[in-house]
């Protein structure tokens, strides 16, 4: 298919015009007029850049691209290089960072779900239906090592637990992937039981033990690969591409 079009129907699924974000959205890096083969990961870096090459891609569509709001405007270094690749290859680069994780069905906080098992999923932002954090529910309370063992099986990554003093059970829970631990607050204010995170702050450990509940910092990668993952699966069933995800390992 040709670019325009390829760009076309990424800006229709995702639609990045709805909210406002850290960096822009969509076609970052213009490469070839023909979009046959695709390669989805999380983030652009110069390994996932030479392994598109190596795949001879035509574009690559990720979580994390370049040109983050306050960076310098300078090209040079590692920037360069990663840009350099990929203009010198002809390769198209596609980013979508806050519209792929709220996206209610390929975004990274509706593919945790499924992989969690939780049901009834909900902007945890009152009003906001656009909510980067989300909440829902266990069909039963879990106790909180049984959730943790979830976690960590399904993410195959050991994640972090702090308990709540009460060691409560889990009926309900909220999560934001990736740098969402700000959102524990809120969470705890509604009452839910549990918090899932990527990442976890020096003050996210005394919030989770003076409002009495559970955090689990699951990564902020492991907990955004399913985002990019599921896109490249949408590809081939809908798109006349070869799409293909590829997972740079990362253990923060």
């Not at 298919?1 to 213009?30: S, V």
């Not at 569509?61 to 290089?81: A, T």
């Not at 945790?112 to 039963?140: C, Q, Y």
Request: charged content about 20%; hydrophobic content about 40%; some cysteine.
């Amino acid at each position: 298919m040709q670019l325009h079009e390829f760009e076309h129907y990424l800006n229709t699924l995702l639609k990045p015009e709805q909210i406002k974000d850290f960096c822009p959205n969509g076609l970052q890096i213009q490469g070839r007029d023909k979009i046959v083969k695709v390669i989805t990961g999380v983030t652009a870096t110069q390994a996932l850049i030479d392994q598109a090459i190596a795949e001879k891609a035509d574009a690559l569509v990720v979580h994390h691209g370049f040109f983050w709001k306050n960076e310098s405007y300078v090209i040079r270094g590692m920037k360069h290089k990663r840009i350099k690749a990929l203009l010198a290859n002809d390769i198209s680069l596609f980013a979508y960072h806050l519209p792929l994780d709220i996206h209610p069905i390929l975004g990274n906080n509706a593919q945790l779900a499924k992989l969690f098992s939780i049901d009834n999923v909900a902007p945890l932002e009152v009003g906001n239906a656009l909510s980067v954090a989300v909440r829902g529910e266990f069909s039963t309370e879990l106790c909180p090592q049984v959730l943790e063992q979830r976690i960590s099986e399904q993410l195959k990554r050991k994640c972090l637990h702090i308990p709540a003093p009460s060691n409560k059970a889990i009926k309900t829970v909220a999560w934001c992937s990736g740098g969402g631990q700000g959102y524990i607050e809120l969470a705890a204010e509604q009452g839910i039981d549990a918090f899932i995170s990527g990442e976890v702050s020096e003050q996210t450990t005394h919030v989770a033990r003076e409002m009495d509940i559970h955090f689990y910092c699951a990564g902020h990668h492991a907990t955004e690969r399913y985002g990019a993952k599921a896109l490249a699966e949408h590809f081939n069933q809908h798109l006349p591409v070869d799409a293909k995800f590829i997972d740079i390992d990362n253990p923060a």
